[in-house]
C-alpha cells in the first residue's frame, strides 16, 4: 500500500531515475547496493540519497547496503507502479506513433488502450496494436477504458481543448508534449515537455561552456 506521507517533489522526480538504476544492478546479478553506488549511478551525492529513500521508509543495513529487489519494490510502490495505468495518446502524428510504439510502456506499468487523432486516414486504424479513434470520441473512449493518463503529441492550437477533454473524461493526470502552456483544474497533475525549451537549455550551457574555454586560452 503506498505510504501518506509527505515526499518532497525533487525527490520523487529521482525516483525513477534511482528505480533505472537499481534496475541495471539487478540485471547484473547485484543483490545489495550501498548509497554510494546508488549515488555514483544516478549522477547524486549518497547523502541525497540516503535522504530520498528515508522518505520511502528504506535505511538500508550499514556496512551492507540496500536490498536491491526490495528497495525496486519499494520505489515501485511509491510510484504506483504496482498496478497496470491505461493511457490514451491524443495525436497519431509521428511523436504519437513513435511512443505508441515504445515498448518500455507495458514493462514500466503503463498500459496504452487508445490513441484519438481528426485524419481520416488514421481513424480506425490500429498504430502498433492501439487503435484510433475520432477525437469526438475521446471523452466516451477515456471513460469506458478508465484511463489513468492522457498523453497529447498534437499542434499546440489544439492542445488546451484536448486537455479540457481528457479533463471532461475524468483523466486525472496529463503529460503533453505540445509547445505551449497549458492549464488543468487542481486536482489534475499537469507536466509539459517542451523539446525545443529543453535544446534552449542546453544552447546556454554549451554557450557558458565555450565562453569558458575561451577564457582559458
Not at 534511482?18 to 543483490?31: I, Q
Not at 504496482?82 to 509521428?94: C, E, K, S
Not at 486516414?121 to 492522457?150: D, F, M, N, R, Y
Not at 497549458?182 to 542546453?202: C, G, K, T, W
Amino acid at each position: 500500500m503506498v505510504t501518506s506521507r509527505r515526499i518532497p517533489e525533487a525527490t520523487v522526480a529521482r525516483l525513477p531515475i534511482y528505480l533505472r538504476c537499481l534496475h541495471v544492478e539487478a540485471k547484473r546479478g547485484v543483490p545489495t547496493v550501498s548509497s554510494e553506488r546508488l549515488a555514483e549511478l544516478a549522477g547524486v551525492n549518497a547523502a541525497k540519497v540516503r535522504k530520498d529513500l528515508s522518505h520511502l521508509g528504506s535505511y538500508g543495513t550499514r556496512g551492507v547496503g540496500y536490498d536491491v529487489g526490495f528497495l525496486i519494490f519499494q520505489v515501485r510502490r511509491e510510484l504506483g507502479l504496482t498496478q497496470d495505468w491505461p493511457v490514451a495518446i491524443a495525436g497519431a502524428g509521428n511523436l504519437g506513433q513513435a511512443l505508441a510504439g515504445y515498448a518500455g510502456f507495458r514493462a514500466r506499468g503503463f498500459s496504452l488502450v487508445a490513441m484519438f487523432d481528426t485524419d481520416p486516414a488514421k481513424v480506425g486504424q490500429s498504430i502498433h496494436g492501439t487503435p484510433v479513434h475520432p477525437i469526438g470520441a475521446l471523452p466516451a473512449v477515456a471513460a469506458e477504458e478508465g484511463v489513468a493518463i492522457g498523453i497529447i503529441c498534437t499542434p499546440p492550437e489544439v492542445a488546451q481543448e484536448l486537455a479540457d477533454a481528457f479533463v471532461d473524461a475524468g483523466v486525472k493526470s496529463l503529460l503533453s508534449f505540445a509547445p505551449t502552456v497549458l492549464s488543468s483544474p487542481d486536482h489534475v497533475a499537469l507536466r509539459m515537455v517542451d523539446l525545443s525549451m529543453e535544446l534552449q537549455i542546453l544552447s546556454f550551457h554549451s554557450q557558458r561552456v565555450a565562453e569558458q574555454l575561451v577564457e582559458g586560452l
